[in-house]
């Protein structure tokens, strides 16, 4: 059997390869949330690139990624993998979250530009040659407007990380489990 005639029909019900496990959605909610929470209880800081040498002598680069961006991403994981879930209360937050989001960055891309404007031929040139050239709409990662926009961020993805843990609650996934001891 190729892979391309594998069918899942009843993905509520189906029993994965050999762990039968249960595929279910309560399930996949979990791990995105716990996701997120392991990403969000990290010290938020800047990607970085570490440089390690074998015994032979041969340097290998090694980057370590920015914890911003993974708790970001993971936020965005859950929203996407809850997408079915969304209550009109809970799209409503979320929206007006990312808006706030929105607007903080068209003001950040917009003191960005005024920078630019303002500065002088001497200072674009020195920052030309760092490797930063000004496009309109968009920020640039080794300018400041940058950095504050992640932080921006990872305060409204934790503001959207609680409204979708809340929507959990309304959707009564918390169920207790009970153990005979």
Request: charged fraction near 35%.
């Amino acid at each position: 059997m190729e892979d391309d005639d594998l069918q899942i029909i009843d993905v509520e019900n189906y029993k994965g390869g050999s762990g039968g496990d249960n595929f279910s959605h309560s399930q996949l909610v979990m791990i995105s949330m716990r996701k997120c929470i392991d990403a969000g209880s990290k010290e938020m800081r800047e990607g970085y690139y570490n440089e390690k040498s074998d015994r032979m002598g041969n340097t290998a680069r090694i980057y370590v990624p920015d914890t911003r961006k993974e708790f970001i991403e993971s936020v965005k994981t859950l929203k996407m993998t809850m997408s079915d879930d969304l209550d009109a209360e809970a799209e409503k937050n979320i929206k007006e979250f990312l808006e706030a989001l929105d607007k903080k960055y068209k003001s950040y891309v917009e003191m960005e530009k005024n920078e630019w404007e303002k500065s002088n031929n001497l200072m674009k040139k020195s920052w030309i040659h760092q490797g930063y050239v000004f496009h309109e709409g968009m920020l640039h990662r080794n300018k400041p407007f940058y950095v504050l926009h992640l932080i921006e961020s990872v305060d409204t993805y934790r503001n959207v990380f609680a409204e979708l843990k809340k929507l959990t609650k309304r959707l009564d996934y918390y169920r207790e489990e009970f153990y005979e001891a």
